[in-house]
């Protein structure tokens, strides 16, 4: 059976980090990209960053640039976001998706999505 857990989430002040995690099993995560995305309450849900276990790239959105980053355990099929200098603005509950042969540029539609973990940041 193929999962993806997200773990990690919590309640934090504005300025403090929190590291997620999404493990995977039930595939290995050789040939697919993992992304994290957000959905805050009343918003649509929003890419967060994303990371390709082939080569090791990554890419980030705009608003989490220098304060987020991603990084991938492929022995442990465990993927992290290290969230740093988190803003009220971060709450969301946020989801881990894999995509298998995933091209940057092109919409990521994630064949497998994890259940999610809550995020809040109070100010």
């Known amino acids: 059976e193929v999962q993806l857990v997200e773990s990690g989430g919590g309640l934090v002040q504005a300025g403090g980090s929190l590291r997620l995690s999404c493990a995977a099993s039930?595939?290995?995560?050789?040939?697919?990209?993992i992304g994290w995305f957000r959905q805050a309450p009343g918003k649509e849900r929003e890419g967060v960053s994303c990371?390709?276990?082939?080569?090791?790239?990554?890419r980030y959105a705009d608003s989490v640039k220098g304060r987020f980053t991603i990084s991938s355990d492929n022995a442990k099929n465990t993927v992290y976001l290290q969230m740093n200098s988190l803003k009220p603005e971060d709450t969301a509950v946020y989801y881990c998706?894999?995509?298998?042969?995933?091209?940057?540029?092109?919409?990521?539609?994630?064949?497998?999505w994890g259940q999610g973990t809550q995020v809040t940041v109070s100010s």
């Open positions: 998706a894999a995509e298998h042969h995933y091209t940057w540029g092109s919409t990521f539609f994630g064949h497998y």
């Open positions: 039930g595939f290995t995560f050789d040939d697919y990209a």
């Open positions: 990371i390709r276990s082939s080569d090791g790239s990554t």
